[in-house]
C-alpha cells in the first residue's frame, strides 16, 4: 500500500503515505510525493481537494492522522509549528495589526537572539526585496492589499526558513496586481532559492510560476509532473477537463483503429484497447483545425454547423453542432484573422480537421 | 429600514399615557401621602463646621463618596489583575490552570454577593491579612509617609479592615472581568496565533505582543461597564463596616429617621459618580475610535 517509507537521499520534502480524516470526510488520501530542494511547487485544485489541509499538515497547523513527513533528512511529522523550519504566508494575510510594517517583519527574529542592529538591517533589506522601504513605519491597515501581501511575504522570508509557504496568497487582489506579484513572487523565490509550496485554484497562476504542479482532486494528487506535462499529456480525465478546456465526448474503438461514434469516424492511437471498448475522447478546442471548404483531405475532416460564437479576445470560441455529437457539444478555438478569412457566421457550415495525435483517450466513466 | 425617527400616532398615545401617570403619581403624592419632607437635615450631612477653627470641612457624606471612590478603585485595580489571570486560566493549555480558574469563576457566578463577600473578608482577614501584620502600619511608617498611605488607603488602624474588603470585592468582580477576558482573547482571529506559532514564537510571547494587544482595544467597553458595576456594587461592602456612602446612608437615616431624603440624596450621589464615569468613558472611546481611523 505504501510506496516507501525510507528516506529519499535526494529530497528536501518527503510525504509518505499521508491522510487526513475529519471524522468520516476524508480530506486527504494517502499522499506520497518528494520534493527537491530548490524547488518551485503548486498544490493545484478546486476548493475543497485538500490543498489548502496538505499544506497545513506540512507546516504542522493541522496534524496527518496517519503517514510521516520528513524535511531535509529529519522526520518532522510531530513536531509542533513553532519548531519546524518554514514560512508561510496565509491567504488572509494574517499580519499583526498592532504592529508596525518593520515590526511585523521582524517578529519572527527577536528570538533568534539577534542584536538590534542586525535585526534593523535584515527588516530593511527584506522591505527593499519586496519593494516596500516607504512603508517601513506604516501599520498594516494603512497598507493595500497588494502591499500588504508582500508584508507578509518579507514576514514570512525573515528567518531566511528552508521551506516557503504560500495559501492561496494572490486570490484576494485584484487581477492586474496578481499579475505583477506572480512574477515578482516567482523572481524573489529564484533569486533566494527556497524551496516552495504555494497552494492555488488558479490554474494560469500554477502554469506560469510553477517548476512543478500537483494536480489534487478528492483529497489525492491527481497527477504531478511540470506545466508543460500536465497541460499537454493530462494523466486522468479530471486533470484533462480541470486544466484548459477540453472537448469531452464517449466513442467505441474501431474496427482496425481509431474510435467510432455514430456516423463519425475518426481515426487515433487506439494504445491497447480492443475493439468495441468504449473510451473518453478528449480534444482541446485550440488543436482543432479549421481548414478551406475545397482545402486538402487528410485524416478526420468533419463538417459541422456553427452554434454560436464567442469573441474572446484574440481568438473566437466556435459551439459547433455534429449529427454525432449533438448541438454546441464541439469546440473549437479560431484565430480572429482566420475566423474572419473564412467567413464564420452563426448557422453556417466549417470543415474542420482534428488532428489524430491532438486526440486523447481515457478509460469510460465521465469525468469526475 | 431608515434611520430617521418616525413620530406616529402610536407614540402621541404613549406618550400621553406617560404624562397622566406622571401627574396621577404627582396628586397622589401632593395629596394623599402625608409626608413632610424636610431636606436640610440630611443636606447638612455634606459639610460641617469644624468645632476648633469654625471653617467648612467634609461631612459623613463626602466621606463616604470617598471612601466609596477608594475601595471602587483599589478594586478595579485588583479585580482587573485577578480577572486577566483567571481568564487567561480559563484558556490555557495547562488543565489545572484551566480547572482553578473555571471552579473560581462558576463559585461567584453560581453564589450571591452577599455571603461570598463575607466568607471572603472573614477568610482573607484572618488568614492572609493577619499574619502580615498590617495592624502596627501606622505607628512603623514615618508621619510624611503615613500620610501619603491614608490619602490611599483611609485610617491606617482600619487598614486590615479595607484591604480585606477590597479584596472580597475584587475577588467577586474579578469572575466577571476574567469572562471578558477570556472573550476578547478568543474573539482574536486563529490566524493570528496560527502567524505566532509559524514565526517560531513561544505562546507567552504571542500572547503579550499580538494577542492581548488587540483583545485590550476590544474589551475596553465592556471593561468600563464593568468598571462602573463595581461602583454600584462596593455598596456591598457597607455590610463589611466599610464606611462608604452606603454605610453613611444608614447612619444619617437611623440617626434623623429622615429615611427618604436620605436614600434619595444617596442614590443621587451614585447616579452623579456612575452617569459621569459613563459619559468620560464614551467620550475617551470616541477619540480614540477618531484616532484609530
Known amino acids: 500500500m505504501?510506496?516507501?517509507?525510507?528516506?529519499?537521499?535526494?529530497?528536501?520534502?518527503?510525504?509518505?503515505?499521508?491522510?487526513k480524516a475529519f471524522g468520516d470526510f476524508h480530506a486527504l488520501v494517502d499522499v506520497?510525493?518528494?520534493?527537491?530542494?530548490?524547488?518551485?511547487?503548486?498544490?493545484?485544485?478546486?476548493?475543497?481537494?485538500?490543498?489548502?489541509t496538505l499544506l497545513r499538515c506540512i507546516a504542522g497547523l493541522e496534524t496527518q492522522s496517519e503517514g510521516r513527513i520528513r524535511m531535509g533528512g529529519a522526520d518532522i511529522s510531530w513536531l509542533p509549528t513553532s519548531e519546524r523550519d518554514f514560512g508561510i504566508v496565509f491567504q488572509s494575510y494574517a499580519l499583526f495589526p498592532n504592529l508596525t510594517v518593520s515590526d511585523n517583519v521582524a517578529y519572527g527574529l527577536v528570538n533568534k537572539r539577534m542584536a538590534k542592529p542586525a535585526i534593523k538591517a535584515r527588516v530593511a533589506e527584506l522591505l527593499s526585496l519586496v519593494d516596500l522601504s516607504e512603508h517601513i513605519s506604516k501599520y498594516p491597515g494603512q497598507l493595500s492589499g497588494g502591499e500588504q501581501q508582500r508584508v507578509a511575504l518579507a514576514r514570512a522570508l525573515a528567518t531566511s526558513p528552508g521551506l516557503l509557504l504560500l495559501d492561496e496568497p494572490l486570490s484576494a487582489l485584484d487581477a492586474k496586481v496578481r499579475a505583477h506579484l506572480r512574477r515578482e513572487i516567482r523572481a524573489i523565490q529564484d533569486r533566494l532559492g527556497v524551496t516552495t509550496i504555494m497552494v492555488t485554484h488558479d490554474q494560469e497562476e500554477a502554469q506560469t510560476m510553477a517548476d512543478r504542479i500537483f494536480v489534487m482532486n478528492e483529497g489525492r494528487i491527481e497527477q504531478l509532473g511540470t506545466p508543460d506535462e500536465i497541460y499537454n499529456a493530462p494523466a486522468t480525465p479530471f486533470v484533462a477537463d480541470f486544466i484548459g478546456v477540453m472537448n469531452f465526448f464517449t466513442a467505441t474503438v474501431a474496427e482496425g483503429g481509431g474510435v467510432v461514434r455514430g456516423d463519425l469516424t475518426l481515426a487515433c492511437e487506439t494504445g491497447g484497447h480492443g475493439e468495441g471498448t468504449e473510451l473518453n475522447c478528449a480534444v482541446r478546442p485550440e488543436d482543432i483545425r479549421l481548414i478551406d471548404r475545397d482545402g486538402d483531405d487528410g485524416a478526420n475532416i468533419i463538417e459541422a454547423t456553427v452554434d454560436s460564437i464567442e469573441f474572446l479576445g484574440s481568438f473566437v470560441r466556435l459551439y459547433l453542432a455534429l449529427p454525432a455529437l449533438g448541438a454546441g457539444e464541439l469546440r473549437a478555438d479560431v484565430r480572429k484573422e482566420q475566423a474572419q478569412h473564412l467567413d464564420i457566421a452563426v448557422g453556417g457550415t466549417v470543415r474542420l480537421r482534428i488532428p489524430p495525435a491532438t486526440i486523447r483517450l481515457y478509460e469510460a466513466g465521465p469525468p469526475r | 429600514m431608515t434611520a430617521r425617527m418616525r413620530f406616529g400616532?402610536?407614540?402621541?398615545?404613549?406618550?400621553?399615557?406617560?404624562?397622566?401617570?406622571?401627574?396621577?403619581?404627582?396628586?397622589?403624592v401632593h395629596g394623599h401621602l402625608v409626608y413632610h419632607w424636610n431636606w436640610a437635615e440630611p443636606l447638612q450631612f455634606f459639610f460641617r463646621r469644624d468645632e476648633a477653627d469654625g471653617g467648612w470641612v467634609p461631612n459623613l457624606l463626602?466621606?463616604?463618596?470617598?471612601?466609596?471612590?477608594?475601595?471602587?478603585?483599589?478594586?478595579?485595580?485588583?479585580?482587573?489583575?485577578?480577572?486577566?489571570?483567571?481568564?487567561?486560566?480559563?484558556?490555557?493549555?495547562?488543565?489545572?490552570?484551566?480547572?482553578?480558574?473555571?471552579?473560581?469563576?462558576?463559585?461567584?457566578?453560581?453564589?450571591?454577593?452577599?455571603?461570598?463577600l463575607f466568607i471572603m473578608f472573614f477568610f482573607v482577614g484572618n488568614q492572609i491579612l493577619k499574619p502580615l501584620g498590617?495592624?502596627?502600619?501606622?505607628?512603623?511608617?514615618?508621619?510624611?509617609?503615613?500620610?501619603?498611605?491614608?490619602?490611599?488607603?483611609?485610617?491606617?488602624?482600619?487598614?486590615?479592615?479595607?484591604?480585606?474588603a477590597t479584596l472580597a470585592l475584587a475577588l467577586y468582580e474579578g469572575a466577571y472581568i476574567a469572562e471578558i477576558v477570556r472573550a476578547g482573547v478568543l474573539s482574536i482571529e486563529r490566524g493570528q496565533w496560527e502567524a505566532g506559532d509559524s514565526l517560531g514564537l513561544s505562546r507567552l510571547h504571542q500572547l503579550r505582543h499580538v494577542i492581548l494587544p488587540q483583545a485590550v482595544q476590544r474589551i475596553t467597553p465592556p471593561l468600563?461597564?464593568?468598571?462602573?458595576?463595581?461602583?454600584?456594587?462596593?455598596?456591598?461592602?457597607?455590610?463589611?463596616?466599610?464606611?462608604?456612602?452606603?454605610?453613611?446612608?444608614?447612619?444619617?437615616?437611623?440617626?434623623?429617621?429622615?429615611?427618604?431624603?436620605?436614600w434619595i440624596i444617596v442614590a443621587a450621589m451614585y447616579f452623579v459618580v456612575c452617569f459621569?464615569?459613563?459619559?468620560?468613558?464614551?467620550?475617551?472611546?470616541?477619540?480614540?475610535n477618531k484616532s484609530r481611523r
Open chain 2, 9 to 28: 400616532w402610536l407614540d402621541v398615545v404613549v406618550i400621553g399615557c406617560v404624562v397622566a401617570l406622571l401627574a396621577y403619581v404627582a396628586y397622589r
Open chain 2, 276 to 288: 459621569g464615569l459613563s459619559r468620560i468613558y464614551a467620550r475617551l472611546e470616541r477619540r480614540i
Open chain 2, 134 to 164: 498590617l495592624e502596627g502600619v501606622q505607628d512603623a511608617v514615618s508621619p510624611a509617609t503615613g500620610g501619603v498611605l491614608e490619602l490611599m488607603f483611609g485610617e491606617l488602624n482600619l487598614l486590615r479592615n479595607f484591604a480585606a
Open chain 1, 32 to 52: 506520497n510525493f518528494t520534493i527537491a530542494e530548490g524547488e518551485f511547487i503548486c498544490f493545484l485544485g478546486p476548493s475543497g481537494c485538500g490543498k489548502t
Open chain 2, 62 to 116: 463626602i466621606e463616604g463618596v470617598i471612601i466609596t471612590l477608594r475601595v471602587s478603585l483599589w478594586g478595579a485595580v485588583l479585580g482587573m489583575a485577578i480577572g486577566l489571570l483567571a481568564g487567561l486560566g480559563r484558556i490555557s493549555q495547562v488543565a489545572l490552570f484551566r480547572m482553578i480558574s473555571r471552579g473560581y469563576v462558576e463559585l461567584v457566578r453560581n453564589v450571591a454577593p452577599v455571603p461570598f
Open chain 1, 2 to 19: 505504501r510506496a516507501s517509507t525510507d528516506a529519499d537521499a535526494n529530497a528536501f520534502l518527503q510525504l509518505d503515505g499521508v491522510s
Open chain 2, 224 to 262: 468600563a461597564n464593568q468598571s462602573i458595576q463595581l461602583i454600584k456594587d462596593s455598596s456591598l461592602v457597607s455590610l463589611l463596616s466599610i464606611q462608604e456612602m452606603t454605610f453613611m446612608g444608614q447612619e444619617i437615616a437611623h440617626s434623623t429617621s429622615r429615611f427618604f431624603e436620605t
